[in-house]
């Protein structure tokens, strides 16, 4: 991701983003609509609610 010096990125991280590389790095599909995120704007480790139904889970996202 492209960002400023202060590690502020020029576009923002979407849910659908974040869908698009997991299905890229481990083949699953998740739906955009189940993962519980604000659009990240800044470099670094976030962390990622995914829900569906009473199931849910985290995982950690890094953006570089």
């Known amino acids: 991701a492209k960002a400023n010096d202060k590690g502020v990125l020029f576009k923002s991280v979407?849910?659908?983003d974040?869908?698009?590389e997991?299905?890229?790095l481990t083949g699953?599909?998740?739906d955009e609509?189940?993962?519980v995120m604000d659009h990240?704007?800044?470099l670094?480790?976030?962390t990622v609610i995914l829900r569906k139904g009473d199931l849910e889970g985290e995982?950690?996202?890094i953006v570089e």
């Open 14 to 16: 979407t849910p659908r």
């Open 18 to 20: 974040v869908s698009l």
């Open 22 to 24: 997991i299905k890229n």
């Open 28 to 30: 699953e599909n998740i």
């Open 33 to 35: 609509k189940y993962l």
């Open 40 to 42: 990240i704007k800044s």
């Open 44 to 46: 670094g480790k976030h």
């Open 59 to 61: 995982c950690e996202v």
